[in-house]
Every structure is written in C-alpha cells, then in structure tokens.
C-alpha cells in the first residue's frame, strides 16, 4: 500500500473495529499497532484486540444496558461482536469468550482483509490528515505527550479516580435530603443530595472502610505520585483518622437536616452527573475497594441501602482527553474534522462501548473521506447516549462512563416494573437505531460469522 486513504493508530477493540469498518467501505487503511515491538505493562502477547482484563464482554441480555449496547452492535455489522460470538464460552446470560482464541480470530480478519495493512510500529505523533487514534488507556509516553501539544495539556488525563455513580430514583428521599451549603445551589430545593449521619452510624461507617478489602494496585499504576495527591481513595483517607473523613468530604458545615433541624455530625454529598438528572455521584468518593466490598459500605450509606449502582468506583492509569471540550458526537476532534478519536481515550468504559464507538469512528471517517455528513447517533440509542454524554456533560467534573440505563433519556410513561422498564428502553432503542440507520443510507457490511476464519485450535 503506497498511500492510505485512512490512518488507524492502536490494534485493540475499537481499533480493529475502526480500520475494519472503514476498509469494509473501500479505504485503503493502514493499522499501526506498536507491539510487539514495544509492549506495555498490561498486555502479554501480540495480538491484535487482546483482553488485558476479564475475559467477559458484559451482559448479553436484551433488558440489560450491555445487552442492548450489543444488539445495536450486531444491527450494525460489529467485527468485535460477531468474533465474540464465534469463540464464546459458557458464561450464564453474559457473553465471554476464550480469549486467545478471540484475539486470534480478529487479527487474522483484519491481517486478512484486502484494505488493509497492519504494520508493527510506534507512532510518536498524531499523524497529520484522515485518521483515527484509539490507543487506549496505555497510550506510549512519546505518543501521549503530542497528543497533549494537539488538544492543550490540560485537557489529558493519566490517571482514573473515579466515583460511584447512583440512579436517581434510588435513592431514598425520605431518609436524604436536597440542600446546597448554606442554601448556596441554584435550585430552590438546593442542587445536592444529602445522606445524613449520626455519630454511631458515622463511626460504625468508618470502622467498615478500614476493614475493607482493596483492589492491588499493578506496579504502572503505582509509579507517578499524581494518582493520590489530585484524588485521594476515600479509604486512604480514612486512614489518617475520623476527623480526616469528618472534617473533609464528609463535612456536614452549611447543611441542617430539615426533618430534625440539626446539623448532621456528617453528611455524604451526591452531586447531580448527568442533564436529565437521572444519575448522582457520590462527592469525593472516588475508591480502589473491590467491588463486592465497596457495594455493601456504600449500602452502609443512609438512603443508599436500596441504591441501584450504574459504576461503582475505580482508579487505575488511564489515558482519556476531555471529550466535552475536544470531541463532536461523531467522535470527530472538534478543531481537526479529519481526525476521530475512538476506545477508552474518549472516556468510554467497558469493552463493548470501546468496540462500539470504533465501529462509529470507522463509518463517520469513511463518510467524511466519501463528502458525505457524519452520522450522530440518536440519544435514545445506547451507543448515541454514551457519545452524547462525553461529548455533553460539564467539562469541569468530566469522568469516563460506561453504558447504563441512567444515561438515556426518559421514556414518556415508563413502566413501574423495572424489568418491563428497561424493556421498553431497550425497544425503543434499536427502532430509533432502525430510523437512523435508513435515514443515513447506512448498510451494515454482511455478517462476520460466514466469512469467519477457521478458529485455532
């Protein structure tokens, strides 16, 4: 291949997806993938789209957010997807795969596609002209530091502290309470929702995340002193004592309990995190507790006993750009309409938002290299509110997100039953994905399966 119509940078799951989609409409694409050439501290071997993690793709359920995240995948013709499914294993209603064999079977399609060239080389920049870039949250140094020159240094992350993350309606307003300090917020009912405690619970709360158990972190992620200082795990705080907790983001000053009229001895803040205020974060509760454990103190929490969590709280290293500020729905850099950026760099979490927004990326630079308007997805689609929502949300508090319910809009009578609920999203969904994918013109290419590879043994 002399000249590329179309640069891919990075061979894990929304690459591949990316280069498979822009070469299945006739590009000419040239993948670049550094390893093995130059490995990274997460990845084992040289395959392209390697699950460095679990080896589960999420729910494969129609009434579940992953689930639906995947039926829209498979309307629109994902690569990821259907090798997914041709090297599955037996995993109750989730879809997980042998992953050797996984990895094996979308690097021996992409290797085998005609439009493509895969070369094993480290890219130091961002290449000039039509490209995306989806090298992930383990992005090299060199790399890292020109795209930082390309969006503005301050507008890249390293490092993930995330907070957990609540439904709304979850949350039980008869035991917390909306007030802004010293009746500050804007609404008139105040902008926060604060979950009281007295001493006993206060203490009981604190003795439980001390005795909780944490997730290790890996030597890379331990190695840059910036991971703690900027955002502090709420357990290493509670290690420096109770005042620390009592007297930092458990403050209760400015705040009194409308039903008793006192100042609670502390107080957990949720902010609102999303437009439709249908998602709240718990403020300053960014944690490295394993899930199991994190879940039941959470539910310590009063008027989080019943909460439905949609992220629970992580920190790991991690390489995002601040979506909200750099990025259209599309995926399309703001300042660059050539270059899409696509995977955990955009701040989209979990494997299959990752395969998904490359298969976006891969359409919309193939339909702007062929004069034609980008595709935004609609919002009530899965894949539309996750692009929505990094590409929306207040660029000041943006963190990444993974697909649940919480981020689409609401339905016009939603069901009381949550199940019939989230049936209804999910319908609504894919007949919005159905009217945009016609109005568009947009074919996906013929289902992977049939022309799959013969599987390793």
């Known amino acids: 291949m002399s000249q590329p119509d179309l640069i891919v940078v990075g061979g894990g799951l929304a690459g591949s997806e990316a280069a498979w989609q822009a070469a299945s409409r006739g590009l000419a694409v040239r993948l670049y993938e550094m ?72 690097t021996r399609c992409i290797e085998g596609h005609p439009n493509i060239e895969l070369r094993r080389e480290e890219l130091t920049r961002v290449p000039e002209g039509p490209c995306i870039l989806a090298t992930g949250p383990l992005t090299s140094p060199d790399l890292a530091q020109d795209l930082a020159r390309l969006t503005g240094e301050a507008q890249l992350y390293f490092y993930d502290a995330l907070a957990p993350i609540v439904e709304a309606d979850s949350i039980d307003l ?63 705080i509670a290690e420096r004592g109770e005042r620390a907790l009592a007297f930092g983001p458990m403050r209760p000053v400015g705040l009194r309990d409308p039903r008793s009229g006192q100042r609670p001895h502390a107080v957990v803040q949720l902010r609102q995190d999303n437009v439709a205020g249908s998602l709240y974060n718990l403020v300053g509760f960014q944690t490295n507790l394993r899930w199991g454990d994190q879940e039941r ?85 899965m894949l539309g509110a996750l692009c929505h929502y990094i590409t929306a949300c207040d660029p000041e508090r943006f963190q990444p997100m993974k697909s649940n319910f919480g981020i689409l809009p609401t339905l016009d009578l939603p069901p009381r039953q949550k199940a019939l609920r989230y049936q209804a999203y999910a319908e609504r969904a894919l007949a919005a994905l159905e009217r945009c994918m016609q109005a568009a013109g947009w074919s996906p290419i013929p289902t992977l399966v049939q022309s799959m590879p013969e599987q390793p043994a």
């Open 297 to 381: 103190v959470l539910r310590m929490i009063p008027g989080l006993a019943n909460a439905e969590f949609v992220r629970l709280g992580q920190m790991h290293r991690n390489t995002f750009v601040n979506s909200p500020r750099l990025l259209a729905p599309s995926l399309a850099f703001k300042a660059r309409p050539e270059l899409f950026l696509a995977g955990q760099i955009t701040g989209i979490e979990g494997y299959a938002g990752n395969a998904a927004s490359g298969l976006l990326a891969g359409v919309n630079a193939a339909r702007h290299l062929a004069g034609e308007p980008s595709v935004t997805l609609p919002e009530e689609t």
């Open 174 to 236: 008869t035991i917390a309470f909306r007030q802004s300090r010293y009746d500050r917020g804007e609404q008139a009912d105040g902008d926060y929702i604060n979950c009281p405690m007295d001493r006993e619970t206060f203490e009981a709360f604190y003795r439980a995340l001390l005795e909780a158990e944490r997730i290790p972190l890996r030597d890379f992620e331990d190695e840059d002193e910036r991971f703690f200082s900027g955002c502090m795990p709420i357990e290493a």
């Open 35 to 106: 390893r093995p050439v130059r490995s990274t501290p997460a990845h084992t071997g040289d395959r392209l789209a390697e699950l460095v993690c679990s080896n589960s793709l999420g729910s494969d359920l129609p009434d579940r957010a992953g689930g639906l995240l995947k039926a829209e995948m498979r309307r629109m013709g994902s690569l990821i997807l259907a090798a997914a499914e041709a090297t599955a294993v037996p995993a109750g209603g989730a879809l997980a795969v042998d992953r050797v064999a996984f990895a094996e079977t979308v």
